[in-house]
Structures are given as structure tokens and as C-alpha cells.
């Protein structure tokens, strides 16, 4: 299985200001994503990251707020914009081979005041 | 649209069996996975099984597959305290074939 880094583990920001937060995979893989699980709850995906084109969101996600970056097979960002305390959650990333599997990262745990 | 639900909690005691239960909705399933969360860890692949599958063993681990009554479990058998953990379950979105459902997870506490 492929190992996945993300950065940061955690933070603490103020409402008003913006985070990226960075995922990286050993190997390249076909598929990349973003979820969301908030305090808890379970997960709910954000977007597929592309490579080389725009992500693609799902219903009540938009790319004002989440842009997402993939610039290449092993890398992709997440960037939480204008953060509210209602942001405050785990951010995973997952990447999948184009079969069955699907590998999560450690997360980021974001806490915004 | 799919739903995927589970029960909330589980308390077993160490060395005995315990069986995590999921429903869900969508019959045109591909996969059904299980996947394990520790305390301030991400989620790891614990197992997953294919549709036209009844049951599959992993060591410890069984997970059985109803399609009828849309019911999957997770039987961990020998049950250590290290066991503790949110166990969610998963699907493959039927209309995404790699969009996964998941489940509320189920917190498991392994008693002394």
C-alpha cells in the first residue's frame, strides 16, 4: 500500500484566515482525495483532485472555499478559505490505484477560534 | 440516496469475540470495506470484500456479506485491548466508482 504524509498534522487559526494543508504519496497514483469528518461524524468527501485540471467537487463543496491543487501523480493541496469555527474538523486525504483500494493519510486536525 | 448506518458503540471483554454490524442501501455495491481508527490516527484498510463474495477470513478477522438483507459484519475473534478503536464501514458509490459512503463508525472498547 502506498504511504501518505500530510502537513500539517494540526492547527489552530483564527476565523478570517486561510490553510493549506499538504498531502503527499510515496508512488504515483492514479486517483486523489479529499475528505472531511468533522467532530464526531463520520467522513464526507470534499473533491476528486485532478491532475492537471480542476477538481471535482461534490454537492455543497465549491472551489471558492476548498481550491485544490494536483500538480502532479504525488502531490496535491487542500486549501481551507476565509476559515469559520464550523471549519474546524479532520482533513484526509486517500489515493486510490484505479482498482479496489483506496489508502487514507494521517489527517490534519484543524481547530479555528 | 446510499446510506450506510451502524451502531454506535460496542463493549467486549478481552479474549472474546465481537461483531461490528453495518446496513446499506444500495444494492448495486461493488465493494464494502472496513476500515479501523485509532485515537488521533487516520483511517486504516482493514479489509474489504466484493459483492458476489458471502464471506471472507483475514486472520482475525471475518467479514460476512448479506446481500438480501443488505447487512455486512465484522467479526474480530480473540479480542485484545489494542483492538480499541472506531470501526467504519464503507461502500463504493454506485454511481462513482470511487466515491465511498461511510458509515457513523462504531467506537469498540475492549474491556480489561
Known amino acids: 500500500s502506498a504511504v501518505i504524509s500530510q502537513k500539517p498534522s494540526r492547527d489552530i487559526c483564527q476565523r478570517g484566515t486561510s490553510l493549506t494543508i499538504q498531502c503527499q504519496v510515496d508512488s504515483q497514483v492514479t486517483m486523489m482525495f479529499w475528505y472531511r469528518q468533522q467532530p464526531g461524524q463520520s467522513l464526507t468527501l470534499i473533491a476528486t483532485a485532478n491532475q492537471g485540471s480542476e477538481a471535482t467537487y461534490e454537492s455543497g463543496f465549491v472551489i471558492d472555499k476548498f481550491p485544490i491543487s494536483r500538480p502532479n501523480l504525488t502531490f496535491s493541496t487542500l486549501t481551507v478559505s476565509n476559515m469559520s469555527p464550523e471549519d474546524s474538523s479532520i482533513y484526509l486525504c486517500?489515493?486510490?490505484?484505479?482498482?479496489?483500494?483506496?489508502?487514507f493519510g494521517p489527517g490534519t486536525r484543524l481547530l479555528v477560534l | 440516496g446510499e446510506d450506510v448506518e451502524q451502531s454506535l458503540f460496542l463493549s467486549v471483554r478481552e479474549g472474546d469475540s465481537s461483531v461490528i454490524n453495518c446496513t446499506y442501501t444500495d444494492s448495486s455495491s461493488t465493494y464494502l470495506y472496513w476500515y479501523k481508527q485509532e485515537p488521533g490516527a487516520g483511517l486504516q484498510l482493514l479489509t474489504y470484500?466484493?459483492?458476489?463474495?458471502d464471506m471472507k477470513q483475514d486472520q482475525r478477522l471475518t467479514v460476512l456479506l448479506n446481500k438480501k438483507d443488505k447487512h455486512l459484519s465484522l467479526r474480530i475473534a480473540d479480542t485484545q485491548t489494542g483492538d480499541s478503536a472506531i470501526y467504519f464501514c464503507?461502500?463504493?458509490?454506485?454511481?462513482?466508482?470511487?466515491?465511498?459512503?461511510f458509515g457513523s463508525g462504531t467506537r469498540l472498547l475492549v474491556r480489561p
Open positions: 486517500s489515493v486510490g490505484d484505479g482498482g479496489e483500494t483506496q489508502y
Open positions: 470484500i466484493f459483492s458476489n463474495m
Open positions: 464503507a461502500e463504493r458509490d454506485r454511481d462513482s466508482s470511487y466515491k465511498l459512503i
